[in-house]
């Protein structure tokens, strides 16, 4: 285990050498210590490492992460894992706005919950959540998975295109263009992947799916040209 | 973007670091509004007596034979302890309005800051560890306080358009954001003949509220109230004689982060802002809710 100590190392050195691992030789499991709330820890990460990270952090943590498996032990600020390309990210504590905003790929899990716009514009990652979501979540998500087992905010899936929400609790509102749609076999099979990936006990079954009407104006062909 | 600290203690065994806790916090939060800084704090309340903050650009001139121009023209005993740009003028209770017509009424350019029974309020264009510096914050003892350093986005870099505002007596307002229906609400504030002294939007949330407090409301009720009459984005912490209090705008993009433990509850604009307190890694924190009053009091 190698050993960083923001104590005592400036934050870029750490992302530096972070950037520079391969992952072919033997240094691949890294320890960040004394994150103390820093910004953009762990940022631009592209090689098949695991990265610990020891403590609450700022904005950005985690972002434009791929391949590597990053877990923080403390809570994060806004935009973890935005941008997300490729591997996994896991918060055990909450994460504050825009958790996995635009995101391509990849797993994020947060085990406490995320505040608003959770999973804005995501373009392919998952994401799931243990607890609960916040307002304008998913807003203009295009592909990829949300698994919320708390309740969602305000607004879920606002303009959404294609991407799958899967909410166990309550929904305080749906928004524009969002509508609740039947679970057939094939979600609850990648409901079940997700949780199990996520280490969720929760039951495929007690959620329910959300998704696009595809109503919005954006989906008329008659609009095409207006873009 | 601006940062806001705030610190309310529970434990009166470190009421003499507040100062010295709150400086921390402030200086940590340069990096979100490096322009102008300032600072509310609340102790060393004397019964009978009133605090007011002054400020002058002038301070040798202004502050020099004012405490006997006070003391004659309102026939009391006036205290004036001078720190830089600021001084706090002690004087018995129920002699603040009178002194404030005095102050107005004299040549030069004496601002007052603050007036109240235990705050005093001092703020200045600069770095927040420079402004911290000049008026010594970190030696200052209290029971609670809030800190704020700026980045102007709606109106100039000056001494006026810093926070902290305070707009009634032991009250004040710091703000992250923006409002953007400040002009038309300080036309109808004003025309209720509450004053408010700078172009400033924040002045006039913190006008808003002392209004509705005038008119019969709480201060959570006020909070409540401006989560409607307020359009624009903003976090705000708000400080009375007794405790302080958060509300976040309803869209909630502005960042909040609070802790509490049994010593203290503290407000962050990011979490960095409190890593130097006693206990922070056992502390309970969390992202305060959109449109929701929080509110601590002794």
């Given at each position: 285990m190698q050993q960083i100590d923001l104590a005592t190392t400036p934050l870029r050195e750490m992302n530096e050498t972070l950037q520079a691992q391969t992952g072919a030789d033997n240094q691949t499991a890294w320890e960040i210590l004394n994150p103390r709330g820093s910004h953009a820890v762990a940022c631009g990460l592209d090689a098949p490492i695991e990265v610990t990270v020891r403590g609450h952090t700022g904005y950005y943590c985690a972002g434009m992460n791929k391949q590597a498996a990053i877990h923080v032990t403390g809570s994060v600020g806004p935009g973890v894992a935005e941008n997300m390309m490729s591997g996994t990210v896991v918060i055990d504590g909450d994460a504050s706005q825009?958790?996995?905003?635009?995101?391509?790929?990849g797993l994020l899990v947060i085990k406490g919950n995320a505040s608003s716009?959770?999973?804005?514009?995501?373009?392919g990652i998952d994401i799931v959540v243990h607890g609960n979501i916040g307002h304008m979540s998913a807003f203009m998500a295009q592909v990829g998975n949300l698994v919320v087992c708390g309740d969602a905010g305000e607004a879920?899936?606002?303009?959404?295109?294609?991407a799958r929400l899967f909410v166990r609790g309550s929904v305080k509102s749906l928004g524009s263009d969002c509508i609740e749609k039947e679970m057939r076999p094939e979600h609850l099979a990648i409901l079940a992947d997700l949780l199990e990936r996520a280490g969720s006990d929760a039951k495929p079954e007690e959620f329910r799916r959300y998704g696009s009407a595809r109503k919005l104006y954006t989906f008329d062909i008659d609009n095409a040209a207006a873009y | 973007m601006c940062g806001i600290v705030g610190l309310f203690l529970k434990d009166k065994s470190l009421e003499p670091q507040l100062g010295a806790l709150l400086t921390d916090m402030l200086i940590t939060m340069t990096d979100r509004g490096p322009d102008s800084a300032g600072i509310a704090i609340y102790g060393a309340e004397q019964d009978g007596l009133a605090k007011l903050t002054i400020q002058s650009d002038a301070p040798d001139d202004d502050f020099a034979t004012l405490a006997a121009d006070l003391s004659t023209a309102l026939g009391v005993s006036v205290d004036l302890h001078r720190k830089d740009s600021h001084a706090v003028v002690i004087l018995p209770a129920g002699q603040a309005a009178a002194a404030r017509a005095v102050i107005a009424g004299r040549p030069g350019q004496i601002r007052v800051m603050s007036d109240g029974n235990a705050i005093e309020i001092y703020k200045e264009v600069g770095l927040p560890q420079d402004v911290a510096a000049r008026f010594a914050l970190s030696k200052m003892a209290g029971t609670h306080g809030i800190g704020h350093t700026r980045m102007a986005t709606e109106s100039a870099v000056t001494t006026q358009g810093a926070h902290p505002f305070s707009t009634g007596p032991d009250q004040c307002l710091v703000h992250n954001g923006s409002l953007s229906n400040h002009n038309n609400l300080r036309r109808k504030l004003r025309r209720d003949g509450v004053r408010i002294e700078s172009e400033n939007d924040t002045e006039v949330g913190a006008a808003y509220l002392t209004w509705k407090m005038q008119n019969g409301a709480t201060l959570g009720e006020a909070l409540e109230a401006s989560l409607t009459d307020l359009d624009g984005f903003f976090t705000f912490v708000v400080g009375t004689k007794e405790g302080f209090g958060v509300v976040r705008d309803p869209i909630a993009c502005k960042p909040a982060v609070l802790a509490e433990t049994d010593q203290y509850v503290a407000f962050g604009s990011e979490y960095r802002a409190m890593?130097?307190?006693?206990g922070i890694e056992a502390a309970r924190v969390w992202e305060p809710e959109p449109a929701t009053v929080y509110f601590w009091s002794h």
């Open positions: 825009y958790a996995g905003a635009t995101g391509r790929g716009r959770c999973g804005i514009s995501m373009k879920l899936g606002d303009s959404l295109y294609e | 890593v130097g307190l006693p």
